[in-house]
């Protein structure tokens, strides 16, 4: 079972810590909850599949697909990307980069975009995957690329922030934050309006960046490190941040699930919590899965906790998505775990693919749709 705690040290040479999260404090490696029994109210159904190439590879990659209009995208580790008709799963397009692809696929105003190990990004035509513009960012991009009408903004894993003009490619701007020497293996992906880009980082800020220039506009402090090594002082924000009716959401590994009032950059209130994923919202509840790999539910107002599903510790699980009245988590194994928003007791569960799931799930017009780490692009609806 890999380990799915990303540690690496920023230097020259990453560092990856392998078994984080697997392990007691007394050094006894940790086992995975055993799955529970319990008697399913709904069922999992595949509406179709598609085949992603030669798959994720074996590296903690944030491989994800993403959805602009009718289509959804993906890539495997070997530089092929795919256009897939998002109801039918027909394949409209391919394309071979022939490269090694390290982060996920992000879509947007027409634009697919992707990035490879030597620190290159590709921005391909949404339409017909034909190449319009790559730039050489020197880092690595491990997150999916985030657009608005005018830019196209990549997180890198050094800490920079860069925009370039969605059209011709050219730099807009670089943003440059302070990171500490050890850090989580990743980054999260930055939330881009029209004019601000809101961006987490490794230091356990957040911090507003104006589009226009590039330079802060504000920064608040999600976490602050604490503890003695550098292992405990570890606050990454990986997870993406979630702006839901003029707030935003956001948490950290080792630190604090927040509610950032993006106007005044103001914390409207905080619990402790730790997690590297990024969030979901529904029945007024945000949605976190903790580092631990539990799943909990706070209050969008109160931040009060609404309900803990502890059941699935250790397990590896993806970040959360809702679907209709479900939350749902994937596994290490390649199940999919179905709970209730109401009151995180499980509905059901399905095996997608025995390779398991690490990437984020996405969810449009009710359907669920999960890339496996084989390659399997699956939609599924939950009734």
């Excluded at 009716?245 to 005044?264: H, K, T």
Aim: charged content about 20%; glycine content about 10%.
């Amino acid at each position: 079972m890999k380990s799915l705690c990303r540690l690496a040290a920023v230097s020259i040479a990453s560092l990856i810590i392998a078994g984080c999260g697997f392990w007691g404090d007394d050094g006894e490696e940790v086992e995975p909850n055993p799955l529970v029994s319990f008697e399913a109210e709904k069922t999992v159904s595949v509406l179709w599949s598609a085949s992603v190439g030669s798959g994720l590879g074996n590296k903690y990659h944030q491989f994800r697909p993403a959805i602009d209009g009718e289509h959804i995208f993906a890539s495997d580790k070997d530089g092929s990307v795919y256009a897939f008709d998002v109801k039918t799963g027909k394949k409209v397009w391919e394309v071979e980069l022939e490269t090694t692809i390290v982060g996920g696929v992000g879509a947007g105003v027409g634009r697919v975009a992707v990035a490879n190990e030597e620190g290159e990004v590709v921005v391909l035509s949404a339409e017909d995957g034909a190449e319009l513009w790559r730039a050489n960012v020197n880092s690595e991009v491990t997150s999916a690329a985030q657009f608005n009408e005018e830019l196209a903004v990549f997180q890198l894993i050094n800490g920079k922030v860069i925009a370039f003009d969605i059209v011709t490619g050219e730099q807009r701007w670089l943003y440059d934050s302070q990171i500490p020497r050890l850090t989580l293996r990743g980054t999260s992906s930055p939330i881009v309006a029209s004019d601000v880009t809101f961006a987490g980082f490794a230091s356990g800020k957040l911090v507003a960046i104006d589009n226009a220039k590039g330079a802060a506009i504000w920064e608040s402090r999600v976490a602050l490190p604490q503890g003695r090594s550098e292992l405990e002082r570890m606050v990454d924000i990986d997870g993406r941040p979630l702006l839901v009716d003029r707030m935003i959401y956001v948490s950290s590994y080792q630190g604090r699930l927040v509610a950032i009032n993006p106007f005044r950059a103001q914390v409207v209130w905080a619990q402790d919590v730790s997690s590297y994923h990024s969030l979901a919202e529904g029945f007024g509840n945000i949605y976190v899965s903790e580092s631990n790999d539990a799943v909990q539910a706070f209050d969008r107002a109160s931040s009060a906790s609404v309900w803990r599903q502890a059941e699935l510790e250790n397990r590896g699980i993806t970040a959360p998505a809702t679907i209709g009245s479900d939350v749902v988590v994937a596994d290490y194994e390649g199940y999919l775990h179905v709970m209730s928003q109401t009151d995180g007791h499980f509905v059901a569960r399905h095996k997608v693919d025995s390779s398991g799931v690490y990437g984020d799930m996405l969810v449009k017009d009710d359907v669920l749709y999960v890339l496996t780490n084989s390659g399997r692009l699956a939609a599924l609806s939950i009734q």
